[in-house]
C-alpha cells in the first residue's frame, strides 16, 4: 500500500509544479505588461491629438490646400520662401519683444514675492491665493476683463481720476504707444502666479538649517537670498525663462479677444490664424505654423545650453 502511495504522489508531483510555474510566469506576464497596458490610453492619445496632428501640419505646409478643397497641390518650399521674403508676416515677430519684456518684469516679481512670503510673516496663505488666484482664471475672462479696464473712462482712468492722476489717462488700447504695453501688462498679471508657485516651492525645499547657519554668521535677507536662495532655486528660474521665452513668442489669446491684433498689436500667431480661416491659405498658414514650431525649439535649445539641467549642482568632493 504505502508503494501505491508513493508511486501515485510521484505521478502527480510534476504535473502540480508544472501547473505552479506556469502560473508563476502568468503572474511576471501581468507584472510586466501591466505598466504598458496603464500608458496604452494616454500614448493613443497623444499619438492621435498630437503627433499625427503635427505630422500633418507638415505634410500640408508643402501644398497650396486652401482648407477646402479635397485636392492638395504640391508646392515645395514656396511657402517658406513667402515667409521670409514676404515682410507683413515675418515683421510681426516685432510686436514679441513687448512679451518677452514683460517676461523678465514678471519673473521678477514673482520671485521677489515668492522670497517674501517664504520667510515668516502674518497672512501669508492669504497673500499667496491673492496672487496665484488670476492664473486659475480661464484667459478669455481675464481678456474681457481687462477690455474693460482699459477702455476710456473704464477702471484705470476711474482710478486715475480718484488719486488726482487724471491728467495722465491714455486711450490704452487705441493709442499704438500704448497698446502693446497695455496688452503685456495683462500677461504678466495673468501669468506671475504660475511663476510664483515654482518659486515658493523650489524655495521652500531648501533645508532650513542653511537659513539658521546664515542667521548665526550675521546675513541679512538680502544676503541670504543672494548666496541661498538663488544658487538653490536656479533650475526653476532657468525653466521659467524657457516657458516665458516660448510663450511670447506664441502670445494668441488675449491679443485676439482684446484688440483682433488690430493697431500694431497683431502677433504672429493670429496672423497665423487669419491666413488660414480669413485668407484661406492654409497651405501657407501651415507653413507658418510649422516656422514658429522650429523657432521656439531652437530658442529653447538655446536657453537649455546656456542654462544646463544640472545648474546649481555641485560635484561631490
Same mark, same amino acid.
Given at each position: 500500500?504505502?508503494?501505491?502511495?508513493?508511486?501515485?504522489?510521484?505521478?502527480?508531483?510534476?504535473?502540480?509544479?508544472?501547473?505552479?510555474?506556469?502560473?508563476?510566469?502568468?503572474?511576471?506576464?501581468?507584472?510586466?505588461?501591466?505598466?504598458?497596458?496603464?500608458?496604452?490610453?494616454?500614448?493613443?492619445?497623444?499619438?492621435?491629438?498630437?503627433?499625427?496632428?503635427?505630422?500633418?501640419?507638415?505634410?500640408?505646409?508643402?501644398?497650396?490646400?486652401?482648407?477646402?478643397?479635397?485636392?492638395?497641390?504640391?508646392?515645395?518650399?514656396?511657402?517658406?520662401?513667402?515667409?521670409?521674403?514676404?515682410?507683413?508676416?515675418?515683421?510681426?515677430?516685432?510686436?514679441?519683444?513687448?512679451?518677452?519684456?514683460?517676461?523678465?518684469?514678471?519673473?521678477?516679481?514673482?520671485?521677489?514675492?515668492?522670497?517674501?512670503?517664504?520667510?515668516?510673516?502674518?497672512?501669508?496663505?492669504?497673500?499667496?491665493?491673492? &496672487?496665484?488666484?488670476?492664473?486659475? *482664471?480661464? #484667459? /478669455?475672462?481675464?481678456?474681457?476683463? $481687462?477690455?474693460?479696464?482699459?477702455? !476710456? @473712462?473704464?477702471?484705470?482712468?476711474?482710478?486715475?481720476?480718484?488719486?488726482?492722476?487724471?491728467?495722465?489717462?491714455?486711450?490704452?488700447?487705441?493709442?499704438?504707444?500704448?497698446?502693446?504695453?497695455?496688452?503685456?501688462?495683462?500677461?504678466?498679471?495673468?501669468?506671475?502666479?504660475?511663476?510664483?508657485?515654482?518659486?515658493?516651492?523650489?524655495?521652500?525645499?531648501?533645508?532650513?538649517? &542653511?537659513?539658521?547657519?546664515?542667521? *548665526?554668521? #550675521? /546675513?541679512?535677507?538680502?544676503?541670504? $537670498?543672494?548666496?541661498?536662495?538663488? !544658487? @538653490?532655486?536656479?533650475?526653476?528660474?532657468?525653466?521659467?525663462?524657457?516657458?516665458?521665452?516660448?510663450?511670447?513668442?506664441?502670445?494668441?489669446?488675449?491679443?485676439?479677444?482684446?484688440?483682433?491684433?488690430?493697431?500694431?498689436?497683431?502677433?504672429?500667431?493670429?496672423?497665423?490664424?487669419?491666413?488660414?480661416?480669413?485668407?484661406?491659405?492654409?497651405?501657407?498658414?501651415?507653413?507658418?505654423?510649422?516656422?514658429?514650431?522650429? *523657432?521656439?525649439?531652437?530658442?529653447?535649445?538655446?536657453?537649455?545650453?546656456?542654462?544646463?539641467?544640472?545648474?546649481?549642482?555641485?560635484?561631490?568632493?
Amino acid at each position: 500500500m504505502a508503494t501505491t502511495a508513493t508511486a501515485s504522489r510521484q505521478r502527480l508531483g510534476p504535473p502540480a509544479r508544472e501547473r505552479s510555474t506556469r502560473r508563476d510566469r502568468g503572474r511576471r506576464v501581468i507584472r510586466v505588461l501591466t505598466p504598458y497596458l496603464f500608458l496604452a490610453v494616454p500614448l493613443a492619445l497623444l499619438i492621435t491629438f498630437t503627433y499625427i496632428p503635427v505630422a500633418n501640419m507638415f505634410n500640408w505646409s508643402f501644398t497650396n490646400w486652401d482648407g477646402l478643397s479635397k485636392v492638395k497641390h504640391y508646392v515645395g518650399l514656396d511657402n517658406y520662401v513667402q515667409i521670409f521674403t514676404r515682410p507683413d508676416l515675418f515683421i510681426v515677430f516685432k510686436t514679441s519683444l513687448y512679451y518677452i519684456g514683460a517676461s523678465f518684469v514678471q519673473i521678477g516679481a514673482a520671485l521677489y514675492f515668492a522670497t517674501i512670503l517664504s520667510f515668516p510673516g502674518r497672512l501669508k496663505n492669504l497673500f499667496k491665493g491673492i &496672487l496665484f488666484f488670476p492664473y486659475l *482664471i480661464n #484667459g /478669455a475672462a481675464i481678456a474681457l476683463i $481687462f477690455l474693460y479696464f482699459f477702455q !476710456p @473712462g473704464g477702471t484705470l482712468d476711474a482710478t486715475l481720476r480718484a488719486i488726482g492722476l487724471s491728467n495722465i489717462s491714455e486711450l490704452w488700447l487705441g493709442d499704438r504707444g500704448n497698446i502693446n504695453y497695455s496688452l503685456a501688462g495683462t500677461s504678466v498679471w495673468r501669468y506671475m502666479g504660475l511663476n510664483f508657485v515654482l518659486f515658493l516651492g523650489a524655495i521652500q525645499s531648501i533645508p532650513d538649517q &542653511l537659513y539658521e547657519a546664515a542667521e *548665526i554668521d #550675521g /546675513a541679512n535677507r538680502w544676503q541670504q $537670498f543672494r548666496h541661498i536662495v538663488l !544658487p @538653490g532655486i536656479r533650475p526653476v528660474v532657468g525653466i521659467s525663462f524657457i516657458l516665458a521665452i516660448s510663450g511670447s513668442l506664441s502670445v494668441f489669446e488675449i491679443p485676439f479677444i482684446m484688440t483682433g491684433g488690430a493697431n500694431g498689436s497683431e502677433t504672429f500667431v493670429i496672423k497665423t490664424v487669419d491666413m488660414a480661416f480669413h485668407f484661406h491659405k492654409f497651405g501657407l498658414a501651415n507653413a507658418m505654423a510649422v516656422t514658429l514650431l522650429l *523657432i521656439v525649439l531652437i530658442v529653447t535649445w538655446i536657453q537649455r545650453r546656456i542654462i544646463p539641467d544640472d545648474i546649481g549642482k555641485k560635484e561631490p568632493q
